[in-house]
């Protein structure tokens, strides 16, 4: 649940943890205060308290409250399946940051998805992606944008990752690549100075299964700027990037992309969260230095050495 959750929110300056911080940690004071929050409790039913019908409960725009506030997600209403509760505890803690539900206009409140995507403002209990949404797909009854409204409480964290070849880090063999996709429109560069031969790497994104956010394309760049090799868009989401390359500067270009049209299957607006690529690569040669030899030489003749 911690990691699902924490993957939903990865793009934010928000720590998701199950540690508790302390008393007065999670009320907001006023300015100066640099620490709030809000707690997601886990337990029981709704029938208990709320008259039943529900897999969680929030108080709206409550992240920022005087007093603590926590939210709340019943696993007994959820059959205790760890994804959904897991799913309950981000779209909950998403209504503390003042996010509305995802439905569809003169429709069902809550929008269950389409296509194995949902959702997280929706009722996507079961999709295999689950992602923020600003209701891009039809008949969408909630057009707000996720991510703007939370960074109003808890801003975008900073970016780990080089956005351009200028800054790139050099990976040296053995190295891995890393880091958060957290903006849309980001893409994290690497160099890498390639021998000829194959390189064969493998991204991968947050595990376990139905908690990545994030859908990865790898691409390969060389040292004119021109594309030489691309994953193709897939099912799932880490990728491989498999291709023959000649000897020289190139750069490994990561970033996230959807599937294609919103309204049967998602975008890249929600397409963030960490990711890890490693894999072997060929390596220049190493030129050795120059050896003076006089294997074959007469003892007879020539100068002195």
Known sequence: ?????????????????????????????????????????????????????????????????????????????????????????????????????????????????????????????????????????????????????????????????????????????GDFAGGTIGRRGDTAWYRLDLGAGVVDLTGSVAAPAGAANLKLRLSLVNALGATVAETPVGAAMGTRLQATVTAGVHYLVVDGIGEGDPTTSFNDYGSLGRFRVAGPWPVPPVNPPPVATTAGTPPQRGGRP
């Open 1 to 173: 649940i911690w990691r699902q959750v924490a993957e939903d929110y990865a793009p934010f300056d928000v720590d998701v943890t199950t540690q508790d911080p302390g008393d007065g940690s999670l009320a907001y004071s006023g300015p100066g205060d640099d620490v709030w929050g809000t707690r997601v409790v886990f337990g029981g039913s709704s029938d208990d308290w709320a008259g039943g019908g529900a897999g969680g409960i929030a108080l709206l725009d409550s992240f920022q409250s005087a007093v603590d506030t926590p939210c709340f997600v019943f696993p007994a209403d959820l059959g205790d399946d760890v994804n959904s509760m897991a799913y309950a505890a981000s779209h909950e803690a998403g209504h503390t940051f003042g996010l509305s539900h995802d439905g569809i206009a003169g429709g069902p409140e809550y929008y269950d998805g389409h296509n194995n995507w949902a959702p997280i403002m929706g009722a996507g209990y079961g999709a295999a992606v689950v992602q923020w949404s600003q209701g891009d797909y039809a008949d969408a009854s909630n057009t707000e944008d996720d991510l703007a409204i939370i960074a109003a409480y808890a801003p975008y964290a900073a970016r780990d990752i080089a956005l351009n070849a200028a800054a790139a880090p050099t990976l040296l063999p």
